[in-house]
């Protein structure tokens, strides 16, 4: 059964960070690009970033492009997004989200990891 | 980008009618070298991640009911449901994944008249 678990979400200042990780089971995780995705309360989804199958290739949202860092570790089967300078309109539930290859839908998603920023 | 724009907001209707729900792309998403759109739609429920429900516009995922029914090409797709159930209370988006950034349309949340 394919399984994603993202965990590392809580409460943080602006200007704080946060590192969320992605653990995966039930198939072979070093063969499938990754994404994250975000929706933000009373909000729809919102794509954050993306990283190919061997960590080599990403991609970021403008809005988060040279704050969030995509990376994996495929000997642990997990997928991480270390989110720093983090701001209030960062607030948001963050899932990861699993590809077939280049340009494929999110066919797998795990329950989300809530992200608040406040002070 | 691509601006997915879906329509209506919000929409209700009774049991066992029909609900529609319509999706728009700024550019086209249909790829002419393999002739297939690059559009998705998901269902989420309150508390719950998004499930695939539809790839390639009209490619049903395993385990979707046949009242769902996805159509269009180009920049004009709909969702269809056929038969509305009480299980169905969720919001609904679509989403272009054509190239990044991947973009989704606003949701549009469906609820029983």
């Excluded at chain 1, 970021?60 to 969030?68: I, L, M």
């Excluded at chain 1, 270390?82 to 797998?108: E, F, H, K, W």
Aim: charged share 15%.
């Amino acid at each position: 059964e394919v399984q994603l678990v993202e965990s590392g979400g809580g409460l943080v200042q602006p200007g704080g960070s946060l590192r969320l990780s992605c653990a995966v089971s039930g198939f072979t995780f070093s063969r499938y690009w990754m994404h994250w995705v975000r929706r933000g309360p009373g909000k729809g989804l919102v794509w954050v970033s993306r990283i190919n199958s061997d960590g080599s290739s990403t991609s970021y949202a403008d809005s988060v492009k040279g704050r969030f860092t995509i990376s994996r570790d495929n000997a642990k089967n997990t997928l991480y997004l270390q989110m720093n300078s983090l701001r209030a309109n960062d607030t948001a539930i963050y899932y990861c989200a699993r590809v077939t290859g280049y340009n494929t839908p999110l066919d797998y998603w795990g329950q989300g990891t809530l992200v608040t920023v406040s002070s | 980008d691509i601006v997915m724009t879906q329509s209506p907001d919000s929409l209700a209707v009774s049991l066992g009618e029909r609900a529609t729900i319509n999706c728009k792309s700024s550019q086209s998403v249909l790829y002419s070298s393999n002739n297939k759109n690059y559009l998705a739609w998901y269902q989420q429920k309150p508390g719950q991640p998004p499930k695939l429900l539809f790839y390639w516009a009209s490619t049903r995922e395993s385990g979707v009911p046949d009242r769902f029914s996805g159509s269009g090409s180009g920049t004009d797709f709909t969702l269809t449901i056929s038969s509305l159930q009480a299980e169905d209370v969720a919001v609904y988006f679509c989403q272009q994944y054509f190239g990044t950034p991947y973009t989704f349309g606003q949701g549009t949340k469906l609820e029983i008249k």
